[in-house]
Every structure is written in structure tokens, then in C-alpha cells.
């Protein structure tokens, strides 16, 4: 099992460019969500999706959108980045039901 | 709505030191809480869990015990090591398929 996957790893845009953030799970998990995790404000959810077609919004959806076509997948895409969205970026998963929320290992995002 | 609330940090503590990070919740019913830490440059990963009142989670000599009189769940370690230093995160899960809920952390470094 590779667990929860994220790419890219670190990526530099500029102000008004989009990109896709990526999220896998091979642990045929049905609860998936995404953070960001700023200094001085912990994690901070965005979006969350209870299974494949299923989404909803968190605490800071402004900027971004989700879906969810398959269990496996749960990509986070910036529409037109700002600076403020300059963080890292948590990507979970858990079993429906389940408790223990398995994370990635995080995606870094520098916005000019 | 549901709420964590965790000291603030940072914490700095010598080798061998007694370690407590304070954890308060606020929710409706019967959550489960959770410790998770995170190591520098890496995601985060599950260190206890408590499902219900009285219960103690224990992990890698660290301990917490759910208290529902008291709304908390403190986090202790008898002698802490320099490996311990981290971003310790107090979180909640409410009933049904809810959104796991983050305290801001608190930054533990341990000096030999």
C-alpha cells in the first residue's frame, strides 16, 4: 500500500496562473479531504468528500474547487491563484465509519 | 459548532523533562479525540486516540485520557527525547460522517 499520495511535491506560481493539485488513495477509503496548514493556524479544512460524486465545502473553500469521480482520486484545483493562497497542502483519507484519517506527505505552494 | 482548543507554543523542554500539552474540546454528543504529531518536513500521523470518556490512548510513552467531566484531553510524556520534537495536534471527531476538527498545534522542542 503506498498509502496517500500527493504531487507535486513544491510548485512556484504566479499570481492569476491555475493548477491541479493531485491526491490518491489506494485503501479503497471513502472519506477524503484537503487542508492547509499556514503558521500560527494549524490545519484548516477546504474541502471534503463523504464518497466518489460527493463533495462538499470546509472552513476556507474560496479559490478552489474538488470532485470526485472516482474512490481513488480527490484532485484540488486552484481557479486563479493569489499570494494568499501561498501554503501546504494536506490531502486524508479514512475508511466510512472509520476514525484514523491517514494524511500525505503534503504539497508546498509559493504564489508570486 | 464543534471546537479544539490547545496551549499555545512554543514549547521548549530539556531531555528527561515531564511533558503536558493541554487539550480542551467543546461538542455535541460523544466524540472520539485524537493526538496527532508532526515531524519536521513530513505530514501528519495518528499518535493516540481515545473513542470514549475514561478511555486512555497511549503510544511511544506519550498518554492521554478522555475526560468528559472536564471537556479535555491532555497529552502527556514522563521523560521526553530530543526525537520528540514536533507539532503535536489535539483533534476531534463528531458523530456521523463529519469532518475531523484540528486544534492550531503546539511546537514542542526538546534540547539535550
Known amino acids: 500500500n503506498a498509502g496517500v499520495t500527493q504531487t507535486p511535491k513544491f510548485q512556484v506560481l504566479k499570481t492569476g496562473q491555475s493548477m491541479t493539485l493531485q491526491c490518491a488513495q489506494d485503501m479503497n477509503h471513502e472519506y477524503m479531504s484537503w487542508y492547509r496548514q499556514d503558521p500560527g493556524m494549524g490545519l484548516r479544512l477546504i474541502h471534503y468528500s463523504v464518497g466518489a460524486g460527493i463533495t462538499d465545502q470546509g472552513e476556507v473553500p474560496n479559490g478552489y474547487n474538488v470532485s470526485r469521480s472516482t474512490t481513488e482520486d480527490f484532485p484540488l484545483r486552484l481557479l486563479s491563484a493569489a499570494p494568499s493562497q501561498t501554503s501546504v497542502y494536506f490531502c486524508?483519507?479514512?475508511?466510512?465509519?472509520?476514525?484514523?484519517?491517514?494524511f500525505g506527505p503534503g504539497t508546498r505552494l509559493l504564489v508570486l | 459548532g464543534d471546537s479544539v482548543t490547545q496551549m499555545e507554543g512554543p514549547v521548549t523542554l530539556s531531555e528527561e523533562a515531564f511533558l503536558t500539552i493541554n487539550c480542551t474540546y467543546t461538542a455535541t454528543g460523544y466524540p472520539s479525540l485524537f493526538w496527532y504529531v508532526q515531524y519536521p518536513g513530513e505530514g501528519l500521523q495518528l499518535l493516540l486516540k481515545?473513542?470514549?470518556?475514561?478511555d486512555k490512548g497511549s503510544n511511544k510513552g506519550f498518554e492521554a485520557t478522555y475526560r468528559k467531566e472536564t471537556t479535555s484531553f491532555h497529552l502527556e510524556k514522563g521523560s521526553v527525547q530530543v526525537s520528540d520534537s514536533a507539532v503535536y495536534f489535539c483533534?476531534?471527531?463528531?458523530?456521523?460522517?463529519?469532518?475531523?476538527?484540528f486544534g492550531k498545534g503546539t511546537r514542542l522542542s526538546v534540547i539535550a
Open positions: 481515545a473513542t470514549k470518556a475514561d
Open positions: 483533534a476531534l471527531l463528531g458523530s456521523g460522517n463529519t469532518p475531523l476538527v
Open positions: 486524508a483519507s479514512r475508511p466510512g465509519g472509520g476514525e484514523t484519517q491517514y
